[in-house]
C-alpha cells in the first residue's frame, strides 16, 4: 500500500483584514435544488465541468451565447469568481476540452465551432492566450482530448461535419499538429466521410490502447446503410500494429442517425458496455460480451427516451453503485439503473422543463454529482431562458471520489482506467475529457457505495502501463493519486473564505516545513500578498517528498450577489388582477412592500425590489414597474325586439365591444360595435363586454447608429438580413435607416422558412430616417428575419442593394431588448451588422374588460311571418344574376355587408331584369327580401364570386 498522509492545512497571516468572516451562502432544501449562479447566462450546446484552475474543484467554462468564454472558479461551495475569458467567436461553438496540453501544470482550453478554427487556450500563472492549433476553417462537432500514442502528452481528436474526423498529435512542445496517418478515417467514394457527430476513444477491450468510436449522422440522407450514416469503430490490432475498421464485426454499425455514444459499465460485469443516442430510431443500449463484441439489450432495458435526444451522461445519480443515465433535447429524463440493464424514468420536477445540453460535476463537493443545464433552442441557438445549476441533494448513500495526477503519463490522468471492489462486487471507470455532444464532464472519478463501509481494493491502470493497488479505502472520502508515488486525502467540506469590504491587505503563508512551494500566481516564495479576489492555493513536497495541493483560501472584495426577479421591466395589470413577485431561484428577502417571504402578492401599481443583506451592504434586486388599469364600466343593455325572424344587427353602444355567444365562453365571436347575429326563429341571448386597450412603453435597442471601417455600403449585388429571435410578442413599431440615395425600399419580415409574413413601403430621405413598421411579431422558437424587397431595389437602384448603411466595427452580438427580442447577428455572420437602427419594440397591448352582461333577443313571431321563409330560394346563376324563386308579386331586395351596412336596394318582381353581381367585391353579404304582400322579410347569406 502507499504512503498516506494529511494535508497540511495553509497557514494564514492576515496583516490588515477589514473584514474576516466564514459565511455560508444558504439555499433551499429541496430535490434537486436551484443554485444561484451570481450572473446570468444563456448558452448553447458546448459547456465544461472540470477543474481548470488546478485546486482539485470543479470549475465552469460557459460560452454564453454559444460565443463568448466565462470562467467561473469555484470557491468550493458551489460558487464562482466570473471572468471572461479572452475568446469571443463570431459564429456558434460546437464543442470545448479542457486538460493540460503544454504540461506546465495549468489546464487549457480547447474550443471549436461552426465554420471556425480550432482554437487552444493556454494557460499560464499570468492568465489565457489563445493560439489557433489548425488555420482551416471547418464545421465541427464533438471533440476529445486523450494521449492516443501514450507518450505522455496529451493529444485531440474532432469531427467534421462535411468531411473525415481530424486525429492531432501533441509534439511534446504542447502543439498539437495535424497527422493523417496515425489512423486512416477517410472512406472509400467521394464525401463518404462526410457526417461525424459524435467521438470517444476508450480502452473498451482494456489491452492498454486506445480505441476509436465515431457516431455518425447525415440529414437528409435517408438510407440507414450509407457510409454517411454508419457509425465507426476502429479498434487497434496489435499484429498489423495499426487501427482497423471493426464496425461490423463488433456489432456497433449502426446507421440510425447517431449523435453521440457513452461507453461505460451499466451492469457492474468489469466489461464497457455502450449507450447511443439515435435520432431515426429509439436510443440503442447495447452489452459486451466475453469475446468484446455487443448484442442489443435495448428492448428488455425498458429504456425508451420520448424526444430528440442531444446529450447522454452517465453517473450513478443517487450513490447506489448503479451508473444512470441523464438524456437531455427536447425532453429532459433521468433513467435510474435497476441493475441487471433494467432502467426507470424519474418523475424529477426540476426537470420538467426540457434542458437541451448540460456538464456534471459536484460543485459543492458533497460527492454527489451535480448537473449545469443550458435551455437553448435545438439545435445550438441560445434562448431566453438562463442557464441553470442544479444540486444533487443527499440521499445517504456512500460514495468515494478519486482524480489523477500523471507523473509519466499525460498530466490529467485521461485515460486512467479504474476498477473497485467493494464486498465482491467490481465497479469500472474511465477518465474521459470530452463527452456525448460537444460537452466536457468532471475529470474527477466518482464511484457510488450505496450502505457499504470500506472499499475493499481500487486498481488504477495508468496510460503509461504502470498499474497500482491501493487496500482498504475511506468511503465518502475523495483521493488525488500522483502516479507512481502518494496519494493524498482532498477535504473540501468547508472552503476556508475570506471577505473584505473596501480594499484587501492580507497576505497568506505556506507552512515553511515544505519544500517546492508553487503558489497558483505564479510566485514560488512562502508568503504572497494579495491585492485581488480570487482562488489562492499552492502545491509543494513535503518531508515524505510526497506532493500534495493545499487547502484553497477564496477571497472576496465587497461581495455582491445578483439577486433577479421572476418578472422584470414594466407590467400592466387590469384591476382585480394579481402577480407573484419573487427572486428566481426563490429565496425569503425583505421587500419594497417592508414585507418578508419568498414571494409576495402584487395587486396595485408602484415600483417593485427585493432587498438582503450582504456581506458588506444591502443587496438590491432589479426593479419592477407594475401599473394598474381599470377596465371600462359594464354595458347598460335594453332588450332588442324583433318581429320577424332572420338575422338582427345589434348595437353594443361603445366602439370597442366583445360580443359572447355563452356567458362564460373563452373567445369573443365578434368585436365592434355592431353584431349581426344568425338567423333568429326563436328569442336568446348572446353576452357582451366592453374593453380598453393600454399601450406599453416603447423600448429601444439594437445599434444605434452606423460605424463602418471603409464605407458605409457593401457590394450591389447582395441584399442582406437581420436575424432576431421573439421571447415575447411584440409590436416592432419603428425602425432608423441611413442612406445618400432617397428612394423607395420595401421592408419585409420573414418567418423563420422565409416566408414573407409582413412588409412595410418606406420612402426614405437623404440622411437619418425613422420610419414606421407597426409589425406585430408573435414569439416563436426559431429567429424571424429582417430585410428588403430585392425586386424594389433593382427597380429603383438597379441592383438587389437597398443602399442602406451597414456596420462593420464597434459592436459585438446579440443585442437584448429587454425580455422581449435577441438580435442575434447577420446573415453574413457577427462581423456585420445590416441597414435597421436604434429599433423601437413594446409589449403587446393589454386588454381590460368590464363585466360580461346579457344582451336579450326578444321574437315576438306574426302568425304569417314562415310563409317567405320556407318558400325563398336564391342563388348566381353562371352569368353572375341573382336569381330569386318562390315568390311572386313585388318585392325589396337590400345587399348588405356583414356588418349590417347597406350596400344596394332593388324593386323587383318576377318580371324584372334580374340584378347583376358584377357590380359587387367578391365576398360573403346578406341578402334582405322584404316582400309587400305578405308583409313579411327574409335574410339569407349568399357569398358573391369574382368574375
Known amino acids: 500500500m502507499k504512503s498516506k498522509f494529511k494535508l497540511h492545512p495553509i497557514r494564514l497571516t492576515c496583516l490588515s483584514i477589514i473584514l474576516l468572516v466564514l459565511h455560508q451562502f444558504v439555499s433551499a432544501q429541496s430535490f434537486w435544488n436551484e443554485h444561484a449562479l451570481g450572473k446570468s447566462f444563456f448558452s448553447g450546446i458546448a459547456i465544461a465541468a472540470a477543474d481548470v484552475n488546478g485546486d482539485v474543484t470543479d470549475d465552469l467554462l460557459i460560452l454564453d451565447q454559444s460565443k463568448k468564454l466565462w470562467y467561473g472558479i469555484n470557491d468550493g461551495s458551489a460558487h464562482f469568481f466570473w471572468t471572461e475569458l479572452p475568446f469571443h467567436s463570431l459564429t456558434a461553438v460546437y464543442s470545448i476540452n479542457v486538460a493540460d496540453v503544454d504540461r506546465n501544470g495549468y489546464n487549457d482550453i480547447a474550443l471549436s465551432g461552426e465554420g471556425t478554427q480550432v482554437h487552444i487556450l493556454y494557460q499560464s500563472s499570468t492568465g489565457f492566450s489563445d493560439k489557433i492549433s489548425d488555420v482551416d476553417y471547418f464545421f465541427s462537432q464533438a471533440a476529445c482530448f486523450f494521449d492516443i500514442n501514450r507518450d505522455g502528452w496529451i493529444d485531440f481528436t474532432i469531427c467534421d461535419d462535411n468531411a473525415a474526423s481530424r486525429v492531432y498529435l501533441n509534439d511534446s512542445t504542447g502543439q498539437l499538429i495535424r497527422n493523417n496517418s496515425l489512423i486512416d478515417l477517410e472512406l472509400p467514394g467521394v464525401g463518404n466521410s462526410a457526417g461525424n457527430y459524435g467521438i470517444i476513444w476508450t480502452d473498451f477491450d482494456w489491452n492498454g490502447i486506445p480505441d476509436l468510436y465515431i457516431s455518425k449522422c447525415k440529414p437528409g440522407v435517408n438510407d440507414p446503410r450509407d457510409p454517411r450514416r454508419l457509425n465507426l469503430f476502429y479498434v487497434y490490432d496489435s499484429l498489423t500494429k495499426s487501427w482497423m475498421n471493426q464496425t461490423v464485426i463488433r456489432g456497433l454499425d449502426i446507421g440510425d442517425q447517431s449523435w453521440a455514444s457513452l461507453f461505460e459499465d451499466f451492469d457492474n460485469d468489469g466489461l464497457t458496455d455502450v449507450f447511443v443516442i439515435n435520432h431515426y430510431t429509439p436510443c440503442n443500449l447495447l452489452k459486451q460480451t466475453a469475446d468484446h463484441r455487443f448484442e442489443n439489450v435495448t428492448a428488455s432495458a425498458g429504456l425508451e427516451y420520448n424526444g430528440i435526444a442531444l446529450q447522454a451522461v452517465a453517473f450513478d445519480y443517487d450513490n447506489d453503485g448503479d451508473l444512470d443515465i441523464l438524456l437531455t433535447g427536447t425532453g429532459t429524463e433521468l433513467w435510474q439503473n435497476l441493475g441487471g440493464f433494467k432502467f426507470e424514468k424519474l418523475d424529477i420536477e426540476a426537470f420538467s422543463q426540457a434542458f437541451s445540453s448540460c456538464a456534471t460535476g459536484d460543485f459543492n463537493n458533497d460527492g454527489r454529482m451535480d448537473v449545469y443545464a443550458s435551455y437553448a433552442d435545438l439545435l445550438n441557438a441560445p434562448s431566453n431562458k438562463q442557464d441553470k445549476l442544479w444540486l444533487n441533494p443527499s440521499n445517504g448513500n456512500n460514495y468515494i471520489k478519486f482524480n489523477f495526477e500523471g507523473t509519466r503519463s499525460n498530466r490529467n490522468g485521461i485515460g486512467a482506467k479504474i476498477k473497485l471492489f467493494v464486498n465482491g462486487t467490481i465497479q469500472i471507470r474511465e477518465v474521459h475529457a470530452g463527452e456525448s455532444y460537444g460537452i466536457q464532464n468532471s475529470l474527477a472519478v466518482y464511484f457510488g457505495l450505496a450502505k457499504a463501509q470500506r472499499v475493499d481494493s481500487v486498481y488504477i491502470y495508468w496510460p503509461s502501463g504502470l498499474q497500482e493497488v491501493f487496500y482498504d479505502l475511506t468511503p465518502n472520502t475523495h483521493y488525488n493519486f500522483y502516479e507512481g508515488e502518494c496519494y493524498q486525502i482532498i477535504d473540501r467540506t468547508n472552503p476556508n473564505k475570506l471577505f473584505f469590504c473596501g480594499t484587501i491587505d492580507t497576505s497568506l503563508i505556506a507552512d515553511n516545513s515544505f519544500r517546492d512551494i508553487h503558489w497558483n500566481t505564479g510566485s514560488n516564495s512562502y508568503k504572497i500578498q494579495l491585492v485581488k479576489e480570487g482562488v489562492y492555493f499552492y502545491t509543494a513536497r513535503d518531508s515524505n517528498n510526497c506532493f500534495f495541493i493545499s487547502d484553497p483560501v477564496s477571497v472576496y472584495l465587497n461581495p455582491k450577489n445578483q439577486i433577479q426577479l421572476n418578472h422584470r421591466f414594466t407590467k400592466y395589470l387590469c384591476s382585480g388582477d394579481e402577480l407573484e413577485l419573487a427572486l428566481s431561484p426563490k429565496e425569503s428577502v425583505r421587500w419594497s412592500t417592508t414585507d418578508s417571504a419568498a414571494s409576495i402578492t402584487i395587486k396595485t401599481r408602484g415600483l417593485y425590489y427585493a432587498i438582503r443583506q450582504g456581506i458588506c451592504d444591502l443587496e438590491y434586486s432589479d426593479t419592477l414597474n407594475v401599473q394598474v388599469f381599470d377596465p371600462p364600466n359594464p354595458p347598460q343593455i335594453k332588450p332588442d325586439t324583433a318581429y320577424k325572424s332572420g338575422p338582427r344587427i345589434l348595437n353594443g353602444g361603445a366602439d370597442s365591444c366583445f360580443w359572447y355567444r355563452n356567458k362564460d365562453d373563452l373567445f369573443p365571436i365578434a368585436n365592434g360595435p355592431f353584431f ?165 419594440v413594446r409589449s403587446n397591448d393589454l386588454v381590460c374588460k368590464s363585466e360580461r352582461v346579457e344582451f336579450p333577443v326578444v321574437l315576438i313571431p306574426d302568425a304569417n311571418q314562415d310563409v317567405l321563409a320556407k318558400n325563398l330560394k336564391l342563388y348566381i346563376n353562371s352569368n353572375h344574376e341573382l336569381i330569386i324563386e318562390g315568390i311572386d308579386g313585388f318585392y325589396q331586395i337590400e345587399i348588405l355587408k356583414m356588418d349590417g351596412s347597406l350596400l344596394g336596394q332593388f324593386i323587383s318582381s318576377t318580371a324584372s331584369d334580374p340584378i347583376h353581381t358584377e357590380m359587387f367585391p367578391p365576398g360573403l353579404y346578406f341578402i334582405r327580401i322584404n316582400a309587400a304582400d305578405l308583409d313579411q322579410s327574409a335574410i339569407r347569406k349568399i357569398f358573391i364570386t369574382g368574375h
Open 676 to 840: 349581426t347575429t344568425d338567423s333568429l326563429l326563436q328569442s336568446t341571448s348572446y353576452w357582451l363586454e366592453f374593453f380598453n386597450r393600454n399601450s406599453y412603453p416603447n423600448v429601444h435597442g439594437g445599434l444605434k447608429t452606423p460605424s463602418y471601417s471603409s464605407g458605409p455600403y457593401h457590394a450591389a449585388f447582395i441584399n442582406n438580413q437581420m436575424l432576431f429571435t421573439v421571447f415575447n410578442p411584440v409590436i416592432l413599431d419603428s425602425i432608423t435607416v441611413y442612406t445618400d440615395d432617397p428612394g423607395k425600399r420595401i421592408i419585409e419580415l420573414l418567418d423563420a422558412k422565409g416566408v414573407v409574413i409582413q412588409q412595410q413601403e418606406i420612402n426614405p430621405v437623404k440622411g437619418r430616417n425613422q420610419v414606421f413598421l407597426g409589425f406585430n411579431i408573435p414569439a416563436a422558437a426559431k429567429p424571424y428575419k429582417l430585410t428588403t424587397n430585392s425586386i424594389q431595389n433593382t427597380a429603383v437602384f438597379g441592383s438587389i442593394s437597398p443602399r442602406l448603411y451597414r456596420s462593420d466595427q464597434n459592436f459585438y452580438y446579440p443585442f437584448f431588448i429587454e425580455d422581449k427580442i435577441r438580435i442575434n447577428t447577420s446573415d453574413k455572420g457577427d462581423s456585420y451588422y445590416y441597414y435597421f437602427y436604434d429599433w423601437v
